[in-house]
């Protein structure tokens, strides 16, 4: 290996988060997180274990940059989540067979103001309801658009369903959502304080 690509790797390393950077971050995101995942799950058993499992799997791992680290922690736990009730998530895919999608807006969520104000409304939003209203594969799609912007290739690929079917939840969850948005504002959970909503906008997107 050349001094320049020791140099490389030396100054990799020092922009790479500590075990206790990442401890500290899951820490300090730890509400926020657990909302993430209960969001996915409906449990909150499981969604608090999804964050554990999150700092584990980063604390034993490759560690990512630090400046990359928040982003991190929310695909982990985000990643968790979805592994815990991916039966669940594929199991509503026959219900979406044969639906499409007209919208062309709901192809492309890229506004960080938009998708800070409806990452909003989620966590605002009573659990109970939104599991009444949308299955785990919609739920699953928000979260993942919302919170770490992912396209609906990556959707396809993260929760293991068809992209027609992906379509067509995507379609579902952003028309309820939007649907949700015009009711007016509800109070706030006990669960859900304010100062979390402006980390969330601060912070996490």
Known sequence: MSWFQIGIKAQEDRSRASAAEVVECFQDARP???QLALLITGDSASA??????????????HCPFRDWLLEWAKAATITDAISKCAENIRGCEVAYRGQACSHVEHMSLTDAEERGGYLAI????DIS???????ALSRAILVLRLAIRSSI???VLRLNVGRAVVLAANCRALTWLRDLQLQ??????????AEDRVFVSRQML
């Open 122 to 125: 989620l966590l605002s939003t």
């Open 48 to 61: 608090e274990q999804s964050v554990v499992n999150a700092c584990e799997m980063t604390v034993k791992g």
């Open 129 to 135: 309801k939104m599991i009444a209203e949308l299955d």
């Open 32 to 34: 926020f997180l657990t």
């Open 184 to 193: 007016p504002a509800p109070a706030l959970r006990p669960d859900s304080p």
């Open 153 to 155: 290739q990556d959707c």
